[in-house]
């Protein structure tokens, strides 16, 4: 257990964010899936943390408002916690939209924008409170209701063809450990996790959303944040242990709400796989780039003290980058880059079209 303590120690909390306009290539959009499978989703509401967050958080929480944040797309920091795009952009151009605006900027955006859905992701947060004062995911839930309560933006019938992202990418465990609370409650803490993810996701589904996306936890243990300890070489398998109790329960959590509506309503993302599957990776998956160091991040400090992004107080850089970040997986300590997104969901693409578009 102590081994296991120590990865999250050693993790930064995940935050990232974004407005995103202009299509996305290298994941195909699925207009032809749709006529296959007949389900055509027009709206994507999101949820979680900043594997989902595009453009939430506030700029005085996050080194991703910062350079070299967001220098492939969209040129300039904007908010996500990677070079580009990521996860919630990479769903949405699968299912043929837009990827929805983040809440934050909703007063902000026209009714053209507003049609594809809303992101409630707030990078840094879990479904408990977290380090990070911003909304957890209860209270984010609460903020579509009060939407869907006013009426003026979404009807009933369009939550019939909308999807949801539900993203729960480990900042509990990182709160936890911070809290300095016994390694012996840690397995009882992530039922707690995922108990309250299970009241999230049926919550959800009876404010009416018809397809419902939670993604597996991905594996901590092959996070440049604890790598680096292998120079980059190999993922510290202990240490996912926890990961993969965390997941045995989420899937039996998924089963049991799919079992109570007689239909797929729930889909998992096998994060945890398509990372691995990405990392060991020699050409032969189609789409997915070979990265001849995929553990090793683009963005790094100069040294241990220092972050991506990070500057002195005399404003000069402490940190140094990649010729090409699409030559990486991560871009920095804790988050994949643009193109480490792709490739994950080219991995996924295949179970996402047979779980996401059957009617």
Not at 14 to 19: D, G, K
Request: proline content about 5%; hydrophobic content about 40%.
């Amino acid at each position: 257990m102590d081994s296991l303590i120590k990865l999250f120690f050693s993790l930064s909390l995940i935050l990232f964010t974004s407005l995103l306009f202009g299509e996305i290539s290298g994941v195909e959009g699925s207009n032809q899936n749709h006529r296959l499978y007949g389900f055509r989703p027009t709206k994507l509401f999101v949820f979680g943390d900043s594997y989902a967050d595009t453009g939430n958080i506030k700029k005085s929480l996050s080194n991703s408002w910062k350079f070299p944040y967001g220098i492939t797309f969209p040129g300039k920091p904007a908010g996500r916690f990677s070079d580009g795009r990521v996860a919630t952009d990479f769903l949405a151009k699968f299912v043929g939209i837009k990827s929805p605006i983040p809440f934050f900027w909703k007063d902000y955006a026209g009714k053209k924008r507003l049609q594809y859905g809303m992101n409630f992701a707030y990078g840094g947060t879990g479904v408990f409170n977290t380090q990070v004062p911003l909304p957890n995911m209860t209270t984010q839930i609460d903020f579509f209701q009060k939407i869907l309560t006013a009426g003026d933006i979404y009807s009933p019938s369009d939550l019939g063809s909308s999807v949801s992202l539900v993203s729960v990418a480990g900042n509990d465990y990182s709160t936890f450990i911070a809290q300095n609370r016994p390694a012996s409650d840690f397995p009882a803490f992530i039922k707690q996790v995922v108990d309250q993810t299970e009241v999230n996701l049926r919550r959800i589904h009876a404010l009416g959303v018809k397809k419902i996306a939670v993604p597996s936890l991905q594996p901590l243990g092959c996070l440049p944040g604890i790598t680096v300890a292998s120079a980059f070489q190999r993922c510290n398998e202990s240490q996912n242990a926890l990961v993969k109790l965390h997941n045995s329960l989420l899937q039996q959590a998924v089963a049991k709400l799919n079992n109570e509506t007689k239909q797929s309503t729930f889909i998992i993302l096998d994060l945890y796989n398509a990372f691995l599957t990405v990392f060991k990776n020699r050409g032969a998956n189609p789409g997915s780039t070979k990265f001849a160091s995929p553990l090793k991040p683009c963005c790094v400090g100069v040294s241990s003290e220092y972050h991506c992004g990070s500057v002195d107080e005399k404003g000069v850089k402490k940190y140094v980058i990649c010729d090409d970040p699409k030559s990486a997986f991560f871009w920095d300590g804790s988050h994949p880059t643009e193109e480490g997104w792709r490739s994950v969901y080219s991995v996924l693409r295949e179970s996402l079209t047979a779980s996401l578009l059957k009617a």
